[in-house]
């Protein structure tokens, strides 16, 4: 493995900052100082230390994407897609999927066995939005998302419903059937102006990052996402 991808997996910078990293000086190899970010590596056996401080090579990637409108949530396509936002990255896929428009939380990862857990409809794992919409809901309206919808032959299971104002809220639901919130409030006879993911289970969308922005998940945040996955 190419010693650039060894560092950029063990989140010591994207692939053009640890490239910097090694012309600098700053990176070596079983103790001698690397000249090319290009060099071969056993990323197992090879001792590859940063500033002094030992690098561990972790097989699988984790990041956190403030994902902006415009992009769609595929590894492939004519138009932009959210893997053109994370360039120094191959291999990974988004876990779940945002419509073009929606903004927000995306893990970008290659874990696909975690990816599966997160995914699968058994497990109720919980998505908040922040929703804008055209309409002030009734009374009738939120009991109706609190108990669930059948629309178009669709079921969409019961959502929480947290009143901001009288046309915005935070929604939490527990499956990501295709464009679940915006048919829900289509259901109503109202419209999904604007639309957030702000977490999945625990993860919280990092408010530091900026659309288009995204950072590695930290230990916990990954032992968190895995918790209750076979082992
Ligand atoms: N529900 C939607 O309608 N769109 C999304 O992008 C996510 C959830």
Same mark, same amino acid.
């Given at each position: 493995? =190419? ?8 989140? @010591? ?31 197992? $056996? +090879? ?7 030992? #690098? ?36 990974? *896929? ?20 975690? @990816?599966?857990? #997160? ?7 919980? !998505?908040?939005?922040? /929703? $804008? ?7 009738? +309206? ?8 059948? *629309?178009?032959?669709?079921?969409? =299971?019961?959502?929480?419903? $947290? ?20 048919? /829900?409030?289509?259901?109503?006879? +109202?419209?999904?102006?604007? #639309?957030?993911? #702000? ?13 288009? $922005? ?11 996402? !895995? ?5």
């Amino acid at each position: 493995m =190419r010693l650039d991808r060894m560092l950029s997996d063990a989140h @010591a910078g994207t692939r053009s900052q640890v490239k910097k990293l090694v012309k600098d000086g700053r990176v070596t190899v079983n103790g001698v100082t690397a000249k090319h970010s290009s060099m071969q590596i056993d990323p197992y $056996e +090879d001792v590859i230390e940063l500033d002094g401080n030992r #690098l561990i090579y972790e097989e699988y990637v984790y990041l956190m994407l403030n994902k902006p409108a415009g992009y769609i949530s595929a590894t492939k396509g004519n138009v932009p897609t959210v893997m053109d936002l994370i360039p120094d990255y191959k291999g990974m *896929f988004p876990c779940g999927r945002l419509d073009k428009d929606t903004e927000g939380l995306l893990l970008m990862t290659n874990d696909g066995p975690l @990816a599966h857990h #997160l995914l699968s409809p058994h497990h109720h794992v919980e !998505k908040e939005y922040y /929703v $804008e919409h055209k309409l002030p809901l009734t009374m009738d +309206d939120i009991c109706r998302i609190e108990e669930g919808i059948t *629309f178009q032959s669709i079921s969409y =299971r019961p959502a929480k419903y $947290e009143k901001i104002s009288d046309t915005s809220c935070h929604l939490i639901i527990q499956e990501g059937k295709y464009h679940e919130i915006k048919m /829900v409030f289509e259901s109503l006879g +109202d419209k999904v102006v604007y #639309l957030k993911r #702000l977490r999945m289970k625990n993860l919280r969308l990092d408010d530091n990052l900026k659309p288009g $922005e995204y950072r590695p998940l930290t230990a916990e945040e990954i032992a968190d996402l !895995k918790e209750g996955m076979p082992q």
